[in-house]
């Protein structure tokens, strides 16, 4: 089993930036991809952006690109996603995954439980 916890959420201005971890626990996550997802209020949860096992493959929404970077460091079983020039469009809940390398979230086995991140125009 796999636990995933992500912080670093919270209130930002349009145009600042946020810094969110995900932690994982329990079995290695050096062998997976990981995945950053968002879900806002009455959507349905979408990909924001993935790392294959080894962070050398990066793929981003074309909503973020740009903006956004995902990173890891498997030394530390941690993964990164680093958001600037923030939108209010991209408040939501960020949640991390672990499983195949793939932008649905089905592929996905392990989540953490979400952080919120709000950006106030």
């Known amino acids: 089993q796999v636990q995933l916890v992500e912080s670093g959420g919270g209130l930002v201005q349009a145009g600042g930036s946020l810094r969110l971890s995900c932690a994982a626990s329990?079995?290695?996550?050096?062998?997976?991809?990981m995945g950053w997802f968002r879900q806002a209020p009455g959507k349905e949860r979408e990909f924001v952006s993935a790392i294959n096992s080894s962070g050398g493959m990066r793929y981003y929404a074309a909503s973020v690109k740009g903006r956004f970077t995902i990173s890891r460091d498997n030394t530390k079983s941690t993964v990164y996603l680093e958001m600037n020039s923030l939108k209010p469009e991209d408040t939501a809940v960020y949640y991390c995954?672990?499983?195949?390398?793939?932008?649905?979230?089905?592929?996905?086995?392990?989540w953490g439980q979400g952080t919120q991140v709000t950006v106030s125009s």
């Open positions: 329990g079995r290695s996550v050096s062998n997976y991809a």
């Open positions: 995954a672990a499983g195949g390398w793939a932008t649905a979230a089905p592929q996905y086995d392990y």
